[in-house]
């Protein structure tokens, strides 16, 4: 089963995403994607932390997705915009579209786990153009890859001030 939970930032996708994951077993998967890169981001990411309780197996894999031992768990991952943010500045001298490549492969590795993934994200091709080139590829890429991995959903979730959107399927997904 494939979950798809999509939004702005802090429209409650995480918190929505665990609240999913805690309701289909006892003992989930955290799947974190982040890398640390100043300290207010890693204050973040312990908030994050200490908001999870013990019950939680935290796993951290930056790029690929594919090596985390998650066959027949419940996984958030968390989330698909820090994973393509590692893969566009590890690739930054590639084409755009070489990277999505990349990405949907990598992706389809981790489906093939055979477990029940809870895939968090942002939508941030929302608002106007970026203003540099670097800024729209990335947005390209975002927006590319939330369509591929919404295309392979069994439910597709926006989540908007906290409220859940239910785009695709109708499980009625609500907490």
Request: proline share 3%.
């Amino acid at each position: 089963m494939l979950y798809f939970i999509t939004g702005g930032q802090r429209s409650g996708k995480s918190s929505f995403a665990q609240r999913l994951a805690l309701k289909k077993t006892s003992n989930p998967v955290y799947l974190a994607t982040a890398r640390i890169w100043d300290e207010d981001f890693n204050q973040r990411v312990q908030r994050h932390r200490s908001d999870r309780g013990p019950e939680w197996t935290n796993l951290e894999e930056p790029v690929n997705l594919s090596h985390a031992e998650v066959t027949g768990r419940v996984v958030v991952l968390d989330c698909i915009t820090l994973w393509l943010t590692n893969l566009f500045f590890d690739h930054q001298e590639k084409p755009v579209d070489e990277t999505l490549t990349m990405a949907k492969e990598e992706f389809d590795r981790l489906l093939e786990k055979d477990a029940t993934l809870i895939v968090v994200s942002n939508e941030i091709g929302l608002g106007g153009h970026a203003g540099n080139a670097v800024a729209r590829h990335f947005t390209d890429l975002q927006g590319w890859m939330n369509q591929y991995i919404a295309a392979q959903a069994d439910e597709v979730v926006m989540m908007v001030s906290g409220l859940p959107l239910h785009l695709k399927g109708n499980s009625g997904l609500s907490f």
